[in-house]
């Protein structure tokens, strides 16, 4: 079953502002990543953020947890064309490490 | 050049017919995955393995068959008995150090019915 629940669906903004995606998911979790998915291709690896952490940067990308909320929010900030892409949200909890993919956020970026 | 590879890109099954996805990587990864994913859904976890010679049922294994001979190929075989066998298919491998399980993608494979 899945675990996180990307926030909105889809996403339409202009080059030069900022994108904000949200994830929730039910049950505790041991760590949540984020990943990115051009179309047609497989997934990249973005980001990840453990259940002890609260905020981690990497570049124009802040994501933030919050596990009292059982929320994650990936923000990128000053947004390309480049950066259109499909969004998702991987939560790893109890003993397993294999992370549960959301349905993603798709965002589109215009030039 | 340090990968997954999949193949073919696009693949046509008929009715009736078992087809099977290759996936090699040259990572050196322990563990390997099958995904699929439908239009606009997330992945499903189709099948896994974490060793040579073992593999687990993820959550959407029936039709569908694995092998794990080698710690570079996990093959799928998508069998007559997956009645919608449409879809978008994804192969990961990954290394699980210190509680991280980050995944390394192929490029995909689509398979279609005709």
């Known amino acids: 079953s899945q675990q996180g629940e990307e926030d909105p669906q889809a996403l339409s903004i202009q080059e030069g502002e900022n994108a904000t995606m949200n994830c929730s998911y039910k049950t505790s979790i041991n760590n949540l990543q984020w990943y990115r998915q051009n179309s047609g291709r497989g997934l990249v690896h973005l980001i990840l953020?453990?259940?002890?952490?609260r905020e981690k940067h990497s570049g124009r990308l802040r994501v933030t947890l919050d596990t009292s909320k059982k929320s994650s929010s990936l923000l990128i900030t000053a947004s390309r064309a480049a950066d259109t892409a499909s969004y998702f949200c991987?939560?790893?909890?109890?003993?397993?490490?294999?992370?549960?993919f959301g349905r993603g956020t798709s965002l589109i970026v215009h030039p | 050049d340090g990968g997954i590879t999949q193949s073919p890109k696009y693949l046509f099954r008929k009715e009736g017919q078992n087809v099977t996805l290759s996936c090699e990587q040259n990572?050196?990864?322990?563990?390997m995955y099958w995904y699929r994913q439908d239009p606009g859904q997330g992945l499903r976890l189709i099948y896994y393995s974490q060793i040579v010679n073992d593999f687990q049922k993820g959550d959407i294994a029936e039709g569908y068959s694995v092998s794990r001979e080698k710690k570079e190929s996990f093959p799928l075989t998508v069998t007559s008995a997956q009645k919608n066998p449409t879809a978008f298919y994804l192969c990961?491998?990954?290394?699980?150090?210190?509680?991280?399980?980050?995944?390394?993608f192929g490029a995909g494979t689509r398979l279609s019915v005709l």
């Open positions: 990572l050196n990864h322990d563990a």
């Open positions: 953020i453990r259940s002890n952490e």
């Open positions: 991987a939560t790893a909890s109890g003993g397993s490490y294999i992370p549960t």
């Open positions: 990961a491998s990954s290394i699980e150090q210190l509680g991280k399980n980050i995944q390394y």
